[in-house]
């Protein structure tokens, strides 16, 4: 009977370092954040349509607003007050000026503005951050006043830029 139960506690106890050890040697561990839209853009009513395919951010649009090719990353404020953003300095602590470059769209009207959100960024209200590559695929929506957003852009960020 005293054999048994050794048997049995060897077991209980090696059987979980063996599982460990296996998946540190031959597990993989890898995250991917995909870019939004691959399929295409949702079909918005008022705005014009995209084909079916990769949605790409017009140039023109993104170079209004500081966006370059350059850029790894570029983080679009939408409609926010330059003042009172609290999270750039958390974001400016993370990551350099030239990971992720941030700008912001500003001096357009309130029309103009609500259709650059709901035709080419496809933001709805409170969204108001837009993580864009340099192959202007958008890579993430995101609310600025919310912490777990902001948390949930800095890890997305990390991961697309040890992808790059």
């Known amino acids: 009977m005293k054999g048994i139960k050794l048997i049995l506690l060897i077991l209980a106890l090696a059987l979980p370092v063996l599982i460990f050890v296996f998946l540190k040697f031959f597990g993989k561990n890898e995250f991917n954040v995909e870019p939004l839209f691959a399929e295409g853009p949702p079909a918005v009513s008022g705005c014009p349509e995209s084909p079916p395919s990769q949605y790409y951010l017009l140039t023109e649009l993104l170079t209004g607003s500081g966006w370059s090719t350059a850029d790894s990353l570029t983080l679009i404020m939408v409609g926010i007050d330059r003042q009172r953003n609290t999270f750039e300095e958390r974001l400016r602590g993370d990551f350099t000026a030239t990971e992720i470059k941030i700008a912001y769209i500003s001096g357009v009207t309130a029309d103009s503005l609500q ?40 890890v997305e960020a990390r991961i697309i830029l040890k992808k790059y």
């Open 115 to 154: 259709q650059l959100r709901t035709c080419y960024f496809f933001m709805n209200e409170p969204y108001n951050l837009l993580l864009v590559d340099k192959q202007r695929r958008i890579r993430g929506i995101y609310q600025a006043e919310n912490r777990e957003e902001i948390d949930r852009l800095l």
